[in-house]
């Protein structure tokens, strides 16, 4: 029989969801990034967090709770009818790791956005994603009037291991972005398939 | 002083102060402490006899992470201008959609997102659904190689 159900039931096949996480430090371009490959505009959303201090003031140890919001922002690639690929910024905010324990739960891998005027601010990302065991690659991105460092100069600053891919990337330029990623699955591709790697 | 041997970048940064150490804890959450007078936390809602109420909930909570896939099993009905979140909800779920594609559709935080959807789907509103075809992690890295390269 038919139900009303039956009517609402996607006839299209429904793919599989996979992420890429796009992290870095305050204003690295994460954003820009994800808008530069993205097929539809970012999407953006919000989690709100309680914010709780400890005896900041007289009444001495009780918890004060406050809320605070973290903007993420995330865009889309249709990979074929089976895949579906989200970009998923991290929030510019380091301190909410809680969204990054969620972000890189079953990420196919990370970009660090190295920025050029700071190459410190992606220290915590790289730090991250090693002992999570993240596969991740370093795209270093140029800023006008900031130092221009070679690859293996970042490399070193960084302290990344040598399989790490570290790619020099505009963050507002689609193919460098593309690059970018492709770089990325290759290293996640080689990574579990050591023998191809020759 | 970090012990774990990664002197490149702990050299490169020893002008950094401090916390920008204790940040990279990878799980801060069992480090609150160290975070002085503050910490952060996912919230929650007590929602205890109130069913319209909604819960904010954790992936922990409510087994939705943000690529959970939904679909609508009904369609919008006319008492859904009492809870209108959820018929946004419906009406954007018509189509198999990802718990944080519909939180930023409605323009709710996706925790809060998370807890109407867990209990529409309780409730039968919603379905979770799984992809058409489970490929294995290698077959979808090589899909997303070659998408990746065709962009
Ligand atoms: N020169 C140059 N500017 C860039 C590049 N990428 C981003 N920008 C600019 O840098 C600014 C910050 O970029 P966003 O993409 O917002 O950075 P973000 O990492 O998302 O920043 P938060 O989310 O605030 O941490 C913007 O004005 C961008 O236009 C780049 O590759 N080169
Ligand atoms: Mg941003």
Redesign the pocket.
């Known amino acids: 029989m038919a139900s009303a159900d039956s009517e609402t039931r996607p006839q299209e096949a429904i793919p599989q969801a996979v992420k890429i996480i796009i992290a ?1 430090g ?7 990034l994800v808008a530069s490959v993205s097929e539809i505009t970012p999407l953006s959303t919000e989690e709100v967090m309680t914010e709780a201090s400890y005896g900041v003031d007289d009444t001495g140890g009780v918890e004060q709770k406050t809320t605070t919001t973290v903007a993420l922002d995330f865009g889309r690639i249709t990979i074929n009818d089976d895949v579906v690929l989200y970009l998923f ?1 991290t929030p ?1 905010q380091d301190r909410f790791w809680f969204m990054w324990d969620e972000l890189a739960e079953g990420a196919l891998g990370a970009v660090v ?1 190295a920025d050029t005027r700071r190459l410190d601010t992606c220290f915590h990302a790289v730090d991250f994603f090693e002992r999570r065991g993240v596969p991740f690659v370093v795209a270093v ?4 009037g900031s130092t221009v460092y070679r690859e293996e100069e970042v490399r070193e600053a960084l302290d990344v291991s040598a399989e790490v891919p570290v790619v020099l990337a ?3 330029e689609r193919e460098s972005c593309k690059e970018v990623l492709v770089e990325l699955v290759t290293h996640v591709i080689r990574g579990r398939n050591p023998v191809m790697s020759g | 002083m970090r012990t774990d041997g990664v002197h490149g970048r702990g050299a490169a940064a020893s002008a950094l102060p401090e916390e920008v150490f204790r940040r990279s804890e990878p799980d801060a959450r069992s480090h609150d402490e160290e975070f002085g007078q503050e910490r952060f936390l996912r919230p929650f809602a007590v929602t205890a006899g109130d069913p319209d109420a909604h819960a904010v909930l954790g992936p922990e909570s409510s087994g939705l992470d943000m690529l959970s896939l939904v679909v609508a099993a009904r369609v919008p009905g006319r008492h859904e201008w009492l809870r209108p979140e959820r018929g946004a909800i419906l009406g954007h779920a018509l189509r198999a959609r990802t718990v944080v594609e519909l939180a930023a559709e409605v323009r709710l935080p996706v925790g809060q997102v998370r807890g109407i959807v867990a209990a529409m789907v309780a409730d039968g509103s919603l379905q979770r659904c799984g992809p058409s075809r489970s490929l294995g992690r290698q077959d979808i890295l090589h899909a997303v190689l070659v998408g990746l390269r065709s962009l």
């Open positions: 870095g305050f204003g690295a371009g994460k954003t820009t910024g510019g956005l991105n140029r800023f006008e505009d963050a507002r």
